[in-house]
């Protein structure tokens, strides 16, 4: 990727982090769904408005009913904004439909996708994509099967569209494109080998394109294979899901009488990652042990996972904190880990402290927890992980020095030195977490204000951390691979001088 390119993404995804990946999904389904309504009025789509808005209710009965049982009967939080974004998929792969008969086959379509996030789930993933596995029963069942009409002319160009903002906040681009490409070009292969075996002559141009906007392709990519619950941890591993489902999509097998189409194919992949999460273990419940302030704005929180857990230094957890009225932002938050995973089953997270009248709710519920307090650890995931040797650039601004800790306090443990030079940005010296933890390494340290540095540690000055001010700190930064942790707008800034470096990894986050 260039410099420029780089930078640009760092920029669109500091806008996008905006809002929670969830409820970003919302909005452009949302979107996407209002745009089918309009084009139905407009005689272009095959189905009428009155079909789409009682299908969508009709599933959103079914869905809801099943979250309000097992919210009442499990007492665990009721996710309006994952069971929303289940209804508005299913929308756009069963078959609409105003007939009451049919109506009811959708309501329990609903039904059976909610359901399948408490029977079909572990350790807090899901198995399978709810969606998918709703679509599948009733299709296998022949009840009502799947259409996946959102595979269209009509709606191809909104669906791209929508779904590379879904896929760049959710840093998932390179594998959604990695199936999109896969997927199209066996697709391309087998329909253009079915169509000389019957002795046909087509243009494969022309095929090319309709297999690409007239499939589920684009849509089964942007907006299901990214759906994070059923996502193993790593990168190659979500490329590996990506290569399986892509095949099962391009060249449909059936087993018996059971085809493997979109739905299924994505079926098999959860079963890919499925095994794959199994083998890397998860967090599962935490149990809250301790809290501490580690500055005057940044808090730590102490936690005791499940037997077997494991996690790779410099990964992230999505946590989940119940709480009344909570905001539109939802229940879920990522944190970057600060524990070593020989510290395990004590598991660490820092977040910075808002003033009540700012911070979300869920910020606030967090921080009225309880040591014995019980919250779900969903999942693990990231690579913001080490280069095998060479020497490196830690760059870190605030709470992004978390990760950085991490590291450090594995290497540490298992007695491993690395040449690390560590640039920590703060909004002032009496907010520098953790750097201690940095004490066999160069820390350069930019503040407004000038600290009382260790005996390791040198002031930049006052001056805000620019390239040119970067480059100027560590001359030999072509030398060595630069990880950066901190607000998307640093990161950007500071590109052309990260492109100097051997090799660069960002974890860019937007605060809640």
């Given amino acids: 990727m260039t410099p420029a390119l ?13 809002t929670s990946m969830y409820l970003l999904v919302v909005i452009a389904l949302s979107i996407l769904f209002i745009y089918a309504v309009a084009l139905s009025f407009t005689g272009t789509l095959a189905f009428a408005a009155i079909e789409l808005v009682a299908s969508a209710a009709a599933i959103a009965a079914g869905a809801f009913a099943i979250d309000l049982l097992t919210h009442r009967l499990t007492n665990t939080a009721l996710r309006w904004e994952s069971t929303l974004i289940t209804v508005l998929i299913l929308v756009f792969v069963m078959r609409p439909s105003d007939d009451p008969m049919e109506l009811v086959w959708l309501t329990v379509t609903g039904a059976v996708a909610s359901a399948s996030k408490m029977v079909l789930a572990w350790r807090g993933r899901h198995v399978f994509n709810p969606a998918a596995a709703a679509a599948a029963v009733m299709t296998i069942t022949g009840v009502s099967p799947a259409a996946w009409w959102v595979g269209t002319p009509m709606l191809a160009a909104v669906v ?5 903002a879904i896929a760049w906040r959710t840093e998932k681009l390179r594998v959604v494109l990695t199936f999109i490409v896969l997927a199209w070009a066996i697709s391309i292969a087998t329909t253009l080998t079915a169509y000389a075996q019957a002795g046909l002559a087509v243009s494969a141009v ?17 907006f299901m294979l990214t759906e994070p619950l059923t996502l193993p941890s790593r990168f190659w591993q979500q490329l590996l899901v990506a290569a399986v489902v892509a095949f099962f999509v391009g060249y449909p097998l059936s087993v018996g009488v059971i085809s493997l189409s979109a739905d299924r194919a994505l079926l098999i992949g959860n079963i890919v990652a ?11 419940r935490l149990t809250l042990t301790d809290t501490r302030d580690v500055t005057p704005r940044i808090r730590e929180l102490t936690f005791a996972a499940e037997p077997g857990a494991s996690f790779v230094p410099g990964q992230y957890l999505e946590l989940t904190v119940p709480h009344k009225g909570a905001d539109i932002r939802g ?23 808002s003033p009540a009248e700012r911070g979300s709710t869920f910020k606030r519920a967090l921080e009225q927890a309880q040591p014995g307090d019980r919250l779900r650890g969903s999942g693990i995931w990231g690579d913001f992980t080490l280069p095998a040797s060479g020497p490196l650039l830690f760059v870190a601004a605030g709470i992004g020095i978390t990760p950085f800790v991490s590291h450090a306090r ?7 030195h690395r040449d690390i030079v560590v640039v920590y940005v703060a909004s002032s010296a009496a907010e520098l977490a953790y750097h201690a933890d940095f004490a066999d390494h160069r820390v350069i340290i930019v503040t407004p204000d000038d600290p009382t540095p260790l005996g390791n540690e040198t002031w930049a000055g006052g001056e805000r951390l620019s390239a040119p001010s970067l480059a100027s700190l560590v001359p030999d930064l072509a030398t060595r691979h630069a990880l950066i942790s901190g607000p998307p707008a640093l990161i950007a800034d500071l590109q052309p001088a990260l492109a100097r470096a051997a090799s660069v990894k960002t974890d860019a986050f937007a605060g809640y």
């Fill in 160 to 164: 791209a569209v929508l779904g590379i």
């Fill in 274 to 284: 499925f095994v794959l999460a199994v083998r890397s273990r998860n967090l599962g």
């Fill in 410 to 416: 594995e290497l540490s443990t298992r007695g491993v």
């Fill in 331 to 353: 229940t879920r938050r990522e944190f970057s880990l600060v524990s070593a995973p020989a510290e395990l089953p004590h598991v660490r997270i820092a977040y910075r402290v």
């Fill in 6 to 18: 780089r930078a640009l993404r760092t920029r669109v995804l500091g806008l996008l982090a905006l």
């Fill in 206 to 222: 022309d095929i090319s394109v309709q297999l690409l906007i007239s499939s589920p392709i684009l849509f089964l990519g942007f």
